[in-house]
C-alpha cells in the first residue's frame, strides 16, 4: 500500500519544547516538502528537498529545521524559535522537483500551549 | 514575494448549481496546479496546466489557463454534495522551484 505516512495525527507540546513531526513515503519519490496550513490560508512552504542530503528554505523557514538522510524519509523539527507553532503541518512528496504532481501526507495537527 | 490570488474565499451553492474559482498572478506562470482538500483531509491533486490557453476537462470539472498564462479557473457544472471542499491552485513561476498555493475556495453545496 503505497502513500505518504504522517505521525501522529494530533501532537501537543508546551511552550519552549522541540518537537519532530515525521513524514514517510514509500513511493520513491525523489523530493519531499513541508507545509503548514493556517485557517483561512493557503499552505505555505516551509522546507523542500529535492535530493537526498540536500534540502532548502521555502517561504517561512525560520524556526524550523528538516534532515533528509534517508529518500523515503523528510522529518520536521519545530523548535522553540518558532513564534507561533500552533498549526496543521502537511508532509508532500513529487517523483522529482519542480513541476510534478505533489501527493499530500494526512497531516499532522500541532497544539502549542 | 511571489504571490497567486484566489477568489472567492467562500462560496455556496444550491446543488445542481455551478461554481467557479479563479486564480490570478501579476507575472507570467510556468505552470498551474490545482488541487481539492475535502474538510478534515489532505489536499489532493487534480490536474496541472502548462500551456497558454488550455482547456481540460474531468467529468463535470473544467480547467483553463489563460492566453496570457496569469490567470487559471476551475468550473464546476451541477454541483453535488460530493463536490464540497476546498479548492486551491498552486503556481509556479519560471524563476525558482516551488509552487506557490493561493489561499484556496471553500465550496458549500446545499442539498
Known amino acids: 500500500d503505497g502513500g505518504i505516512t504522517q505521525s501522529p495525527k494530533y501532537l501537543f507540546r508546551k511552550e519552549g519544547q522541540n518537537v519532530t513531526l515525521s513524514c514517510e513515503q514509500n513511493l520513491n519519490h525523489d523530493a519531499m516538502y513541508w507545509y503548514r496550513q493556517d485557517p483561512g490560508q493557503g499552505l505555505r512552504l516551509i522546507y523542500y528537498?529535492?535530493?537526498?542530503?540536500?534540502?532548502q528554505k521555502g517561504d517561512i523557514a525560520e524556526g524550523y529545521s528538516v534532515s533528509r538522510e534517508k529518500k523515503e524519509s523528510f522529518p520536521l523539527t519545530v523548535t522553540s524559535a518558532q513564534k507561533n507553532p500552533t498549526a496543521f503541518y502537511l508532509c508532500a512528496s513529487s517523483i522529482r522537483g519542480s513541476g510534478y504532481e505533489q501527493y499530500f501526507g494526512p497531516g499532522t495537527r500541532l497544539t502549542v500551549t | 514575494g511571489q504571490q497567486v490570488m484566489q477568489i472567492p474565499q467562500y462560496q455556496h451553492v444550491q446543488e445542481g448549481e455551478d461554481f467557479t474559482t479563479y486564480c490570478n498572478s501579476s507575472t507570467t506562470l510556468s505552470n498551474i496546479q490545482w488541487y481539492k482538500q475535502r474538510p478534515g483531509g489532505h489536499p489532493v491533486f487534480l490536474i496541472q496546466?502548462?500551456?497558454?490557453?488550455e482547456v481540460k476537462k474531468q467529468k463535470r470539472l473544467t480547467f483553463q489557463f489563460g492566453e496570457a498564462k496569469k490567470n487559471s479557473s476551475l468550473h464546476i457544472t451541477a454541483t453535488q454534495t460530493t463536490d464540497v471542499g476546498t479548492y486551491f491552485c498552486?503556481?509556479?513561476?519560471?524563476?525558482?522551484?516551488?509552487?506557490?498555493f493561493g489561499t484556496g475556495t471553500s465550496l458549500t453545496v446545499i442539498p
Open positions: 496546466l502548462v500551456k497558454s490557453g
Open positions: 528537498s529535492q535530493i537526498v542530503n540536500d534540502f
Open positions: 498552486a503556481g509556479k513561476w519560471n524563476t525558482g522551484n516551488q509552487f506557490y
